[in-house]
């Protein structure tokens, strides 16, 4: 398999793949924030609770 094969198969592989529309992205992109604090929210909370309790 030479190299302009190669690049011609990638190409006719990535023209098959969907393309993602900026609906679907802005979601993904909203599910990522939104784990993003509240993991964050979950984290700072702990260090809260146990900054707390260590000044007891």
């Known amino acids: ?3 302009s094969q ?3 198969s990638v ?3 990535l023209s098959y ?3 993602s ?3 679907e992205l802005s979601a993904y992109l ?4 939104l784990a993003l604090f509240l993991i964050g ?3 700072t909370i702990i260090h809260l609770v146990a900054f ?3 000044l007891r």
């Open 1 to 3: 398999m030479g190299i």
């Open 6 to 8: 190669f690049i011609k």
């Open 11 to 13: 190409k006719e592989i």
């Open 17 to 19: 793949s969907k393309k």
């Open 21 to 23: 529309s900026w609906k």
């Open 30 to 33: 909203k599910l990522f924030l």
């Open 41 to 43: 929210g979950i984290g």
């Open 52 to 54: 707390w309790l260590s």
